[in-house]
């Protein structure tokens, strides 16, 4: 008898490595613009060139933009197909490959708008 496969797994460890990085960047992105607002840090230590210069031509900072978008795709759409199902709201599976294809394509993109 064979069993059959489930992508559910790798569909809940993408949830929780999105769920983990929006947990662990955001507040403190949150909190550079606050100190920044507030003058602690130099606003021209968040300027458009100095930005943009690390995290798209840096090979570095390309990849830490990566690590914190991509994730973070998966974790909202995990996040919105499941909570439809809590409003009692249960999409099928042609909605659920939408969502889940959609993200997938838009981590393709990503990628190749981050790298290239």
Not at 102 to 114: E, M, P, Q, R
């Amino acid at each position: 008898m064979s069993q059959k496969r489930h992508i559910e797994p790798l569909l809940w460890s993408l949830f929780g490595a999105g769920g983990t990085t929006i947990a662990l960047f955001f507040p403190a992105m949150i909190l550079v613009i606050l100190l920044s607002s507030l003058g602690v840090i130099p606003a021209e230590a968040l300027s458009y060139e100095r930005m943009s210069g690390f995290f798209l031509n840096n090979l570095i900072g390309q990849l830490a933009l990566l690590a914190v978008l991509v994730p973070s795709y998966w974790a909202c759409i995990h996040r919105i197909y499941h909570g439809s199902h809590d409003l009692g709201m249960h999409p099928g599976v042609g909605v659920k490959i939408l969502c889940y294809g959609g993200t997938l394509v838009l981590s393709i993109a990503t990628v190749f708008a981050v790298l290239f």
